[in-house]
């Protein structure tokens, strides 16, 4: 038992000890703390950054609030797109509503989108480098089309992020399109005009990235975006601090002709698209996006399966991970909830020797490879959970929530793991930790991407 002062009495709770608690017991300690003292009459204060904001938690706090703003919700799609063969997988919100953007109406839709980012970059030092890298991801985005505009959308992500989420003012930072004069784009002043409704004028800065003015290609769709941006460093005052994106929306207000030519479309769209996980790590204070409270299910799972000398992640990076546990902790975290989300209803992505289904295989190889020479996961039962325990986190992945094919995505996940382990056996190769000097599939494969 210990007692928590409210105001100058102190409130008995009863616990077990507490250094005897998981990280899922210390959850339960908070909670029951907290719950005792609003029993006791008190409020509890709450910083920017706590337990409170668990990452279910993000996502329907922002569903209700565009919900509120007269946004209908709309279903997830499959992470392949549909009737979209120059886009190979779901990257951002612009690819969902791509083939609709020389519409006309008004519409406006919320949504919670799964992506997927293949890259021929060295994936093995990313994970080594940075406890923030992964491949896949859930953006929750918004589509308005033929309604208000700029001033209204940058006033209502603005609220958003200061007044639900609790963002401090003084960390909220956005960029805007400065121009572009070699292309003959003008600077954006219209939605610099409206961020200075809302944020401090020393805290927006001009930019001209190619983030900062979006085209859909050569011809077709396009506008200026803005960026917001969280200052998440330790300092009290948020000066030099770490910014992190969690933010972008795209005002499509043109159609580029051949000749370069910008035509206002007969509709704007505004589509904005918030990273969950770089938000919830914000507001959780993580440091590693591994560390988030819906990492923990598969990160333990990974934990109890791995060999007997291992101990929990641990997030390290880069020279710190002498042994590369830790990345092989985060590459198959990655990994097996990349598995439920291009196995769900709809997208169903199987292994296979060309385009996506090559991608998929390397994936697999890798996560096996790491599992098994690096975490010692040596027996296929307890790679079998591994996969299990991640298609059954239906908050990730919805239509997995009573798929009859669990047991089949399950079988065929054994069946990768048997024959990678069993060509590494054959052919006895050596593991490598070292970084590849050259871009690679995989041991097994030792094929270029």
Known sequence: MFAVLLGSSPVFVAVPDPFSLSCSGLTALVLLVVESLVMAG???KTSWFSLDWPVYEIRETFFSYLGEN?????????????????????????????????????????????????SS?????????????????????????GDYFKEEAIGLLHSLLSKKYGLPESRIHATYFSGDTSSGLSPDNESKTALQKCIGEERILP????????????????????GIFVDGSNSQDGVNGKFIE?????????NRQADGVLSPLQAKHIITGINLQCLAAILQKKESLYELDDYDNIIDCISCRAGEEFDSYSGKVGEADTDGVDRAYRLLADHMRMISVTNASGSQLGPGHKGLEYFLKCADKLAVQYGHKVLEILEQ??????????????????????????????????????KTIRKLQDQNLPFDMVKKKRKFCCVVCNKNY
């Not at 969690?246 to 043109?254: G, L, P």
Request: hydrophobic share 35%.
């Open 121 to 145: 970059d060295d994936v093995i030092e990313h994970f080594r480098s940075d406890a923030t890298y992964h491949r896949f991801t859930e953006i929750l985005g918004s589509w308005s089309s």
């Open 381 to 418: 039962d307890r790679y079998a959970v591994i996969v299990f325990t991640s298609l059954l986190d239906s908050d990730l992945c919805p239509e997995l929530e009573g798929y009859r094919k669990k047991d089949q995505i399950e079988e065929d996940e054994v069946m990768i793991y048997q």
């Open 246 to 254: 969690i933010s972008r929306t795209v005002f499509v207000e043109f």
């Open 42 to 44: 008190a409020t509890p």
């Open 207 to 226: 930019s001209m990235s190619k983030e900062d003015f979006w085209m859909s290609g050569e011809t077709g769709p396009c506008g200026p975006s803005v």
């Open 70 to 118: 007269q946004y209908a919700k709309l279903s997830s799609t499959p992470v392949i797109p549909i009737d979209d063969p120059k886009v190979p997988l779901i990257r951002t919100c612009l690819n969902r509503f791509k083939g609709a953007l020389n519409g006309t109406g008004s519409h406006r839709t919320c949504f919670s989108l799964r992506c997927i980012v293949t």
